[in-house]
């Protein structure tokens, strides 16, 4: 089993920052996938980013690249977000995700087994 604590959450203006932290607890693993996603009303959970492997490879979503950055601090289980140059279409309830095994695809929601409970971010015109 795996706990996933989400932080960081909140509003912010068009332009403006936020870093998002998700602690992970429980079983680890060298093979592994950490995610982000988002989800807003009335459309699908989308891909955000993803670390995985024993190497750390980290994917973006085409949207995300050069506003977003993934990192994880190995020590404390704790993967972030850092999300610079936000816009009004980034509002969504962003969540966390792990999978214990290295999955072919880190875009799919249904490669991760364990996801966080979601933070609420608002991005304001």
């Known amino acids: 089993q795996v706990q996933l604590v989400e932080s960081g959450g909140g509003l912010v203006q068009a332009g403006g920052s936020l870093r998002l932290s998700c602690a992970a607890s429980?079983?680890?693993?060298?093979?592994?996938?950490l995610g982000w996603f988002r989800q807003a009303p009335g459309k699908e959970r989308e891909f955000v980013a993803a670390i995985s492997g024993p190497g750390g490879s980290i994917s973006y979503a085409d949207s995300m690249k050069g506003r977003f950055t993934i990192s994880r601090e190995n020590a404390k289980n704790t993967v972030s977000l850092q999300m610079n140059s936000l816009k009004p279409e980034d509002t969504a309830v962003y969540y966390c995700a792990a999978s214990l095994r290295l999955p072919r695809s880190v875009s799919l929601p249904g490669k991760y087994d364990y996801w966080g409970q979601g933070t609420q971010v608002t991005v304001s015109s």
């Open positions: 429980g079983r680890t693993s060298n093979n592994y996938a």
